[in-house]
């Protein structure tokens, strides 16, 4: 059983005990005189050396030093370590996070050899028992290393770390730092933030329990000229002959100094256009570049500024592909109706989002090997499909195609029910005097959940005067009846793809649908859900996690069913890691930095999706918080308190004990108190006495 | 012991007569009266030929008294019995001379040197009075402070003098003693009150000028006992009283060079003032005063029976 100090630290208060000693000293030179009646004999007496620094009442002194000792051993707190260790304290050891702040923002000057500079300074200062743990923060978390007492590794790797792409959130940061040290039993537990504390990084308060302390570092932030591109718009117009587009390039003076710069636009690595600009303090500016015409199916765009203080906000990297446009049939009878398809015409051509490439064709000469090109076919009063024609398309539906059927007075012939949903019934339901109206749309389904309740009501305001009747097979879904409980909109699954059908015409023969203000938005939502149509970005931001699958019907177009029948990996070409290869099962890929990803398919090769990623721009901002306002505001969170106090109570009787040692000397240093007050009174009583006596 | 009680203060004086001091002082008057000259009355010689016949005072007739010196027309008048005194039964002058210089204002107890040699004054004083000696007093320290010619009818006027005594400044004997010596016209026991705090070569030549006419010389020498013993406790430095000096000290090494040159200094006087035909009687103001008193008279017993 040995004996232990719980705060040895305290131990160097021993000097002290010089204190008493030099009282004592000081006591006797600050001695009064007295008075004598004559100095005549004293003369007389031989000066010696006078040993004025002589020390009296030993005793006092021992006692005053020894009461010091002890009060000096109780506050480092002496126990006793048991073999069973059941007595075991809680070493004075200190566990410490150092949250390092590697966002982009700390490229500018020498902010990240600061950072690593305090952190290395954290590190050799250490004591051997203590532990450090490192976090790199930016808008998530990275432990690099869990608590270790290993100074040398942790040096290691702190040098190994560069500075990243993504802005700075350290609100999340320090919880995470603080569920770190939630399992600690270290007497001390603090977090270190190293950072250029920008005042974007703070979106909320970090609770943290409180027992852990926060210090700040910040890094000396170098005030630098600094310009950035903090959006870029693309907006596309369709043109008869040629698609065209626009850019809208946002750009940003920081500084508080007008900047001269220049922007440039390049495109598919060939520079377009280059232009100097003014750019006034503190200001932002937009500058557009029109009719840029596109001329391949994927377009790789960066707009660049000069380089400044901070590179990487000066660059935007975008993509616009004219993929985007969905290939969409329309077939008709081989003798339509005059302006059967014109109202269908005319809805899709207003469409944007997805907008829609559209080519008619009679039903006779479509070919079941056409199918592969487009995303969704409308047969719009056609006569059955039957035979291989049938299959093709059911085929073209189970690969993920859509399908919109309308009937009307061409469709007579035998019903392919392994194609459409639906059985036929008695025949064609006709009134005159009061038309139907389709009102009752299915409430959960998404067609009726993102027209919205307005252009529900809208639609079933339409006069439908003949609808063929059909009764909904086993695998077949009515999205919306008729007010007299007939079938106005079946859907069937059909593997990858869906089919909806209209049991009525798509143009004003049978109905007003299509005179509806409510049509367009029926039409383009029913497509977009049969084709499943996700808007392609054209930007995404560094650290987004991005499903590349989802975008994969919507940039191969076409391509759309060989892409989801391929089959292998997914290799990802990125800007500087270079080739990775992620499951398709699990076809996630994060945009870790700026630049263009490219995504292949292993087999078939050639289908091809290009994702552009930006830095956030508001990392570029260099505007600081209050430090000292930050670390006050980090309150301990009600529940962690609680937490704590549990703690607290459960480790209460252990340290009791372990305190028992203190207790005891603090007992003696009283009663040792008591001695020493009695017996200086009972000297000076006496010395008094003495020198009135003198006086 | 003198120091143990505050005297009474009913009278000017009084104090300074303490009546236990003075009921032994009594006891030993008995002893001393045939011895002492000069001190109780029909015994001492006289100093002077020839007696004065002037009427003093009357006193209430005691014991042992003559019954021729019983005023009888007094007697029937009154009917009580009165004894006439006259100045001519006084036939000796007492000089008391009191150094109230700073040094005699010191002392460790109650009472300090000057207080002490007041007590001792005072007692003489009384003492002689009932001798009908004619008692004078004279204080200095480098001068002479006041003078009260010797008489019969000074007793109270000593007193109130001695009660109005204060220490004064630096002390001197040779001047002051030398210009007591010019005054001194007729025959005196002469008693001088001091520290002595001066080298035994010229306090003899101060006090031998108060040797000449036969006049009976005795000298108390007073001292506090921390002045014996310089027990100082922690004081690391004194100051002179008389003249501010300040010297540091280590009191405890000093100590026994102290003591040693202390007594050095008293045996000198002693042999010195012995070899004059001087008394002297050392007194520690801690001892009581009739010890002293009692030493003094048997001193003066064993001279008178030498000479």
């Known amino acids: ?695 | 012991m003198l120091t143990g009680r505050q005297p009474q203060a009913q009278l000017p004086g009084q104090r300074f007569i303490d009546p236990e001091v003075l009921t032994r002082i009594d006891n030993l008057e008995l002893i001393a009266r045939g011895v002492v000259d000069g001190f109780i009355s029909g015994l001492h010689r006289s100093p002077m030929l020839g007696m004065s016949v002037d009427f003093a005072e009357h006193r209430a007739y005691m014991s042992g008294d003559d019954v021729r010196r019983i005023d009888w027309r007094l007697f029937a008048r009154t009917d009580r019995l009165y004894v006439k005194e006259f100045e001519a039964d006084t036939n000796a002058n007492l000089h008391l001379l009191l150094d109230v210089s700073r040094s005699m204002d010191y002392g460790s107890g109650v009472v300090t040197k000057l207080e002490y040699a007041k007590f001792l004054a005072a007692s003489l004083a009384y003492l002689s009075r009932r001798q009908r000696d004619r008692i004078g007093l004279i204080t200095f320290d480098s001068e002479i402070i006041e003078t009260i010619p010797p008489s019969i009818k000074h007793f109270n006027t000593v007193l109130h003098a001695l009660d109005r005594v204060c220490a004064g400044g630096a002390g001197n004997y040779h001047e002051p003693l030398a210009k007591i010596a010019l005054n001194l016209r007729r025959r005196s026991v002469v008693v001088l009150i001091s520290d002595l705090y001066d080298t035994p070569e010229r306090l003899l030549s101060a006090i031998g000028q108060l040797r000449h006419r036969g006049n009976d010389l005795i000298v108390f020498h007073l001292l506090d006992p921390l002045e014996l013993s310089l027990e100082l406790g922690d004081v690391s430095s004194v100051e002179d009283l008389e003249s501010g000096v300040n010297l540091p000290i280590a009191a405890a090494q000093y100590r026994d060079s102290y003591r040693q040159l202390i007594r050095d200094h008293q045996a000198e006087l002693e042999r010195r003032l012995g070899a004059n035909q001087i008394d002297y009687i050392f007194a520690d103001i801690s001892q009581p005063l009739d010890n002293i008193l009692f030493r003094y008279l048997s001193d003066r017993e064993r001279q008178n029976r030498t000479r």
């Not at chain 1, 600690?184 to 027992?211: L, P």
């Not at chain 1, 490219?598 to 994702?611: D, K, N, S, Y």
């Not at chain 1, 000397?665 to 008591?674: D, N, S, W």
């Open chain 1, 1 to 695: 059983m040995g004996l232990s100090w719980i705060n040895p630290l305290y131990l160097s208060g021993l000097l002290l005990l010089a204190l008493p000693v030099l009282i004592h000293l000081v006591q006797k030179q600050h001695s009064q005189g007295a008075r004598f009646p004559s100095l005549m004999f004293l003369k007389q007496i031989p000066q010696r050396e006078k040993r004025r620094l002589e020390i009296r009442h030993w005793l006092l002194l021992a006692l005053r030093c020894l009461l010091l000792l002890l009060i000096i051993l109780a506050f480092a707190r002496p126990f006793f370590n048991t073999p069973s260790g059941a007595v075991g304290l809680k070493p004075e050891r200190q566990d410490s996070i150092i949250v390092l702040d590697r966002s982009y923002s700390m490229r500018i000057a020498d902010h990240w050899q600061q950072a690593l500079d305090k952190a290395l300074q954290l590190v050799n200062r250490k004591q051997a028992r203590d532990r450090i743990g490192i976090i790199l923060i930016d808008d998530e978390t990275e432990i690099i290393s869990d608590l270790t007492t290993r100074a040398a590794d942790l040096r290691v790797v702190l040098r190994n770390q560069t500075p990243g792409f993504k802005a700075t959130r350290l609100p999340l940061a320090i919880e995470q730092a603080a569920r770190l040290l939630a399992g600690s039993n270290a007497s001390r537990k603090q977090i270190y933030v190293v950072s250029d504390f920008q005042a974007s990084a703070v979106s909320a308060v970090a609770r943290i329990t409180e027992d852990i302390e926060v210090t700040a570092l910040p890094v000396e932030v170098t005030r630098a000229a600094n310009a950035s591109i903090t959006s870029v718009d693309i907006e596309a117009s369709s043109r008869a002959a040629s698609e065209e587009f626009s850019l809208s390039v946002e750009i940003m003076n920081r500084a508080t100094i007008p900047l001269e710069q220049e922007v440039s636009l390049r495109l598919d690595g060939r520079e377009l256009s280059r232009r100097k600009l003014r750019l006034a303090p503190r200001s932002t500016m937009t500058e557009t570049f029109d009719r840029l015409s596109v001329s391949d199916d994927l377009l790789r765009g960066i707009v660049s500024l000069a380089d400044d203080a901070l590179i990487l906000d000066n660059q935007h990297f975008f993509v616009y592909s004219s993929k985007q446009q969905v290939p969409l049939l329309i077939v008709e009878a081989t003798a339509p109706r005059a302006n059967q398809s014109v109202f269908l015409h005319n809805a899709l051509g207003l469409s944007r989002n997805p907008s829609f490439r559209v080519e008619r064709m009679a039903i006779t000469t479509l070919k079941p090997e056409d199918l592969k090109s487009w995303a969704v076919i409308i047969m719009n009063d056609v006569s059955m499909p039957t035979g291989v024609l049938a299959d093709a398309l059911a085929d073209f539906v189970a690969a993920g195609g859509g399908l919109l059927f309308a009937t009307g007075t061409a469709a007579q012939q035998s019903w392919p029910t392994a194609l459409l949903p639906g059985i036929p019934g008695s025949g064609i339901e006709a009134r005159r005097a009061n038309a139907f109206n389709m009102t009752d749309f299915e409430s959960d389904h998404p067609l009726s959940t993102n027209l919205g309740v307005r252009n529900t009501i809208d639609l079933s305001l339409a006069r439908v005067f003949k609808y063929r009747e059909l009764q909904p097979g086993a695998d077949d879904r009515v999205v919306a009846r008729y007010n007299d409980g007939g079938a106005a909109l079946l859907e069937r699954q059909i593997g990858l793809g869906r089919v909806l059908l209209l049991t009525t015409t798509l143009d004003t023969h049978w109905n007003d649908i299509v005179l509806q203000p409510a049509f367009l938005p029926f039409l383009h939502q029913s497509l977009r859900y049969l084709t499943a149509f996700e808007t392609y970005p054209n930007q995404s931001a560094v650290g987004s996690i991005t499903d590349v699958m989802r975008y994969a019907r919507a940039l191969a177009g076409a391509d759309a069913i060989v892409a989801t029948r391929a089959k292998g990996p997914l290799i990802v070409e990125s800007p500087e890691a270079g080739e990775i290869r992620i499951s398709r099962q699990s076809p996630l890929l994060t945009l870790a930095q700026p630049g263009f990803y490219q995504v292949h398919h292993t087999t078939p090769p050639g289908v091809e999706i290009t994702l552009a990623a930006n830095v956030d721009p508001h990392e570029a901002n260099q505007e600081m918080l209050d430090v000292t306002q930050f670390v006050e505001e980090i309150r301990t969170s009600a529940d962690s308190a609680a937490t704590g106090k549990t703690l607290n109570r459960r480790q209460a009787a252990e340290y009791e004990q372990q305190q028992r040692l203190a207790y005891a000397i603090l007992l003696v240093v009283l009663a040792l108190t008591l001695i020493e007050a009695l017996s200086a009174n009972w000297i000076g009583i006496r010395q008094s006495m003495r020198t009135r006596g003198a006086s």
